[in-house]
């Protein structure tokens, strides 16, 4: 028994690998190296002691995965692989329509061609949109999304709900995830944002370090506790746990199932920002700048659906995630370009 990854090689894929070794699956790993680096996995193997196969594929090349499953009896998917920058699909909506619901499409074929029909998503908080109130639950109407990438991922948890409903051998988890941050606690991985990050926690990093020289606190006139955006930070090692159970989920159920993986608690740009520097005794250099559009005053998950049929919830803390950020960031400044 094994389980695919696309998308293995990146930021929640490489700790999902980690925590699936630990769990004892056998894993398979395909990646583009899109936005990753052979580096990440070369460090998996060292910090698990493991080997396991890694192919060099586009899922949109249906011939090479096709090879990848006529190769290994694969019983369940984790799908990471698609691309994630807000600003960039709204510059280029074909690329985000055609890697990620395309992409989509063509796994799903190369899966049900070799007899896999279980797929585990990573989908995103963002398909709730922004009509909903926090706390965030999965019976809410979604789809009110305001950017390409916010659609492919509505898109892709409506295609593959609609599988669901026709072919009744389909398992389709979808996991919402809200804020990851954080990185192993080794330090030996984390998350290497190609030029400029767009989140908050690798732009705070990157001050920290003396990368950048100030980090902008995007509005501090929400109706919030300080006025600042609050988010649902989860530790990225607590949402790597959380796709195990997730497996041990889709290998005995059928249907499709939204379910958040988030902590519930909110905490505020300016919280982080204070937090991080008490636990680090880091300066974080910031200034209060406009709003960025399109953000949301708050968004945080109601957790419990995670609790109920996962037997998942998340642990870490926010102590952890500043110190494992940090750890990650000062032992590897230049990410894994060495
Ligand atoms: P990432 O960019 O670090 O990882 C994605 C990986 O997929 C990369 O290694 C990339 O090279 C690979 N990839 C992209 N397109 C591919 C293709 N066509 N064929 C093969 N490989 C391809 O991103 P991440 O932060 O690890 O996110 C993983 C998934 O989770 C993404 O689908 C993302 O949209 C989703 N997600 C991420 C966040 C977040 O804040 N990080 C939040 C919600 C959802
Ligand atoms: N944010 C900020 N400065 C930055 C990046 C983000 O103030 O440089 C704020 C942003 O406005 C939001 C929060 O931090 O309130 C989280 O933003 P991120 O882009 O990380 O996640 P998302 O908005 O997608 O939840």
């Known amino acids: 028994m094994a389980i695919l990854i696309t998308g293995g090689c990146g930021y929640i894929g490489s700790h999902t690998c980690l925590e699936l070794l630990s769990a004892g699956y056998d894993i398979v790993v395909v990646d583009n190296y899109y936005n990753s680096k052979p580096e990440a996995l070369k460090r998996v193997k060292e910090l698990s002691g493991k080997e396991f196969p890694f192919y060099e594929c586009d899922i949109r090349d249906e011939e090479g995965m096709n090879a990848v499953f006529a190769k290994h009896k694969i019983d369940a998917v984790i799908h990471f692989a ?15 329509y055609d890697n990620n619901v395309n992409g989509t499409l063509v796994l799903w074929r190369a899966m049900k061609n070799n007899g896999c029909s279980r797929i585990i998503f990573s989908s995103s908080a963002t398909v709730y949109g922004s009509e909903n109130a926090s706390p965030l639950k999965e019976d809410l109407p979604t789809g009110a999304v305001t950017n390409p990438y916010g659609r492919t991922k509505y898109v892709i948890e409506e295609i593959l709900k609609d599988i ?42 990157q001050v920290a370090i003396g990368k950048r020289e100030k980090l902008s606190v995007f509005g501090n006139d929400y109706d919030t506790h300080d006025g600042t955006g609050v988010r649902d930070y989860i530790h990225v090692v607590d949402l790597a746990k959380g796709h195990v159970k997730a ?43 406009p709003r960025r559009p399109g953000d949301i005053a708050t968004c945080y998950s109601d957790p419990s659906k995670a609790k109920e049929l996962l037997g998942w919830e998340a642990e870490k803390t926010l102590e952890d995630m500043c110190l494992d950020s940090w750890r990650w960031q000062s032992q590897n400044p230049k990410g894994y370009d060495e």
């Open 82 to 96: 698609g691309l994630k920058a807000v600003g960039e699909s709204v510059e280029k909506p074909m690329m985000y």
């Open 164 to 205: 669901c409903v026709a072919d009744k051998d389909a398992s389709a988890v979808l996991l919402r995830y809200f804020n990851p941050v954080g990185a192993h606690a080794s330090g030996r991985i984390g998350e290497d944002p190609n030029g400029i990050p767009n989140n908050l926690m690798p732009f705070l990093l």
């Open 247 to 289: 497996v041990e989920y889709a290998l005995s159920h059928t249907g499709a199932t939204p379910i958040n993986l988030g902590t519930g608690t909110g905490y505020s740009v300016l919280d982080m920002v204070t937090s991080f520097e008490r636990i680090t005794g880091v300066p974080v250099p910031h200034v209060i700048a």
